[in-house]
Structures are given as C-alpha cells and as structure tokens.
C-alpha cells in the first residue's frame, strides 16, 4: 500500500468553468493563464481540455512552458506573457509559432536587429497605473510606430494592460486605470486586452478583445472574499488523503511539535497522512478544517512535513482508512488560504511531486 496524498482533478469543472468565463465575456476571445502548470493542476492536460472546449490561447510565463505546449500537440495561440528574457529566445518564439509581450525598450530594440523569416505578432503592454511591467502611457505612441516599423514585426499589433486592484472593483484606481488605457490607445489600431478574471467578472469595460482568466479557471474567486461557488465556479482540484492512524489522548497531554496543542480532555485524534512537503500549508493553525466522510473536523497542533493531526470529537465513526478532504469540493481553498494567512494561489501552485494526480471527466 503507497502512502495516499492525491489530488483529484475535475476536467468537467474545468470545461464548466471556461463557459462561466464566455457566459461573463461573450463577445472576447479568451487567452487562457495556465503559467505555474496550469496553476498546479497541470499544464498539459489543462490545456488540450481548454483547447478542446474551446479557448482560443494560453497565457504562459516562459518559452520553456511554451515548447512544451507545443510538444504536447497544442495548436492554439500561445502567448509568452513576460515576453522574451533574451535576444536569443526571438528565433524559439518564430520556430514555436509564439507571440509575446513586449513591455521595454530592449525587448523592442531585439526585435528591430533580428531578421524573421516570418514576422512575429506582439501584445504591447501599457503601464496604466501597476507599475510592474509596461511602456509608459507618454512613450506608447513612439513604441508602437517602432513596432509598426519593424520587419520582425506582424502588423496586429494587440494593446494591453493589467489592472492592480480589480479584485476589489470599487477601488478608484480601476477607473483611472481604465481611463488611462483608453487615452493611450486612442486612434491606435489592434486589438484590445484588460481583464483578468476579476476584471471580466466585475469591470464590464475591461473585457476587449481578448480577456485572459487565470484563478476563476480552476474554480477559484478571485476575489478578497466569499468561494467560487458563489460565482458558479466549479473546484477542478480536489486535494485529499486518508486517516492511516489514530490514538487516544488524555487530558493535559500536548500533540505535535512544541506542545502547542494541549488536550482539553479526554480525546480522539486521529492523523493525516499529508503535510507541508506535500503542499499543505505550514501555518494552517488549529482550527483549519478538514472533511473526514463529509464532516468538518479541526486540525491541532503545527503541521508536520508529512501529515497532520485532527481532533476527531466530533467524528465519532471515524475509521482508519476514511477519506480526507483538505480542499476542493465541499471545503473550499479560499477557506483553508484565509486560515493560514495566504491566497488561494499558493496553496494550487504549491502541491508538491509526491503528490499522485488523478484526472477525471465527472
């Protein structure tokens, strides 16, 4: 018998969640953000099942990410979302049939000293207010006639940005950077790109042409508050294991490392065979819920590498074997995220390679 951490992966949520992003966006294309392998759900699979539902091109980080889609049989619009790191990465990016982002001067200056074969299209990206990455709203019209210029170049030139605060969608910089993208733009041709999943969600005005979702992709808010259920969101990741030992301890006894657990009196705890090498946050305090069989039951004590244990009071018919849910359908990431002081994104992104994968299509 392996040991049981896995995680189990819902391809009709995906597929479900693809359609709350055209039901939210119906007139864009959508570039699908599957960078971080696929936001740890992995990035191949993710994406032949988006392609084939539908989604007109990925969002990737890295040409690495890039080749590998191809090597998979990807066809679709890949598009590298940091552009190129160096001059030598423009004849992978014409190989691979790759766009890119171009979003400073010496990516712009590469692509005026190389000779393509066939020109290479480009998403410019506008610095509207983020302060990250982007050609500054003053300087945009002389990149784009350089562009415009440039052999290397494909004439569709798409104009984008990124939007700082859409997950919370009153902010009052939403606007201004909408405003700002519009004036820098204005009378430019190409096509247009804003939304992340907040955005195309919440901010009507951002979805363009093309929107790229990430999170709402995996069935995950993006929002500060509430679960993707709450959007119709379907979780694509299920990450469980098993109870594999159990132990009664008695009043005044401490669990776990550093005793910071101290039983309040006689009880059942029972342990997970899952921890923070698997993925599991390390400061999920006591009190992060589990599902044993469907029942909420509280974490105690720190989380060890390999597992974690559980005050099981309130389960009594618990048995050695029982499945655990730690996120997915029926305990939401978000909730686990908050109780441990992170994001739903890094608690996705951290499931580690010891973790078996199980795909399935209901």
Same mark, same amino acid.
Request: with cysteine.
């Given at each position: 018998m392996s040991r049981s951490a896995?995680?189990?992966?819902?391809?009709?949520?995906l597929r479900h969640?693809? #359609?709350r992003v055209k039901h939210y966006a119906p007139h864009s294309s959508v570039l699908a953000v599957i960078k971080a392998n696929g936001y740890g759900h992995g990035m191949i699979t993710v994406a032949k099942t988006l392609e084939a539902a539908g989604a007109d091109g990925f969002g990737v980080a890295s040409i690495k990410e890039a080749i590998a889609l191809r090597a998979a049989g990807i066809t679709n619009t890949i598009v590298l979302l940091e552009g190129c790191f160096d001059s030598d990465e423009l004849a992978l990016v014409e190989q691979y049939r790759l766009e890119m982002v171009v979003h400073q001067a010496r990516q712009?200056?590469?692509l005026e000293q190389y000779c393509a074969q066939r020109p290479i299209r480009v998403w410019l990206k506008i610095d509207t207010g983020m302060h990250r990455l982007g050609v500054p709203p003053?300087?945009?019209?002389?990149?784009?006639? #350089?562009l415009r210029r440039c052999a290397a170049v494909a004439d569709d030139i798409c104009l984008m940005t990124h939007l700082a605060n859409a997950d919370v969608p009153e902010h009052p910089q939403n606007q201004r950077q909408l405003s700002q993208f519009a004036e820098s733009c204005a009378g430019l041709a190409g096509s247009r790109?804003?939304?992340?999943?907040?955005?195309?969600?919440?901010?009507?005005?951002? #979805? +363009?042409d093309w929107v790229r979702p990430g999170i709402m992709?995996?069935?995950?808010?993006?929002?500060? #508050?509430g679960s993707g259920a709450d959007l119709d969101l379907k979780p694509v990741m299920t990450l469980c294991s098993e109870l594999f030992a159990m132990r009664h301890c008695k009043q005044g006894e401490?669990?776990? /490392? +550093?005793?910071? /657990?101290?039983?309040?009196?006689?009880?059942?705890?029972g342990i997970v065979s899952i921890g923070y090498g698997d993925g599991y946050p390390r400061h999920a305090p006591t009190g992060t819920p589990v599902l044993i069989n469907g029942a909420r039951v509280p974490l105690v004590?720190?989380?060890s590498m390999d597992m974690i244990c559980v005050d099981l009071r309130s389960a009594p018919q618990a048995r050695l074997g029982d499945s655990v849910v730690l996120w997915g359908a029926g305990l939401p990431v978000e909730e686990i995220a908050q109780a441990a002081g992170t994001i739903a994104y890094e608690l996705l992104c951290g499931v580690t390679s010891r973790v078996d994968f199980a795909y399935r299509e209901d």
């Open positions: 896995l995680a189990r992966l819902d391809l009709n949520a969640n693809l #359609r712009l200056e590469w003053d300087a945009v019209r002389d990149v784009y006639a #350089r790109s804003i939304a992340n999943s907040a955005a195309l969600i919440a901010l009507e005005h951002s #979805r +363009g992709l995996y069935g995950v808010s993006p929002f500060d #508050r401490a669990v776990g /490392y +550093g005793g910071t /657990y101290v039983c309040p009196e006689d009880m059942p705890i004590g720190r989380v």
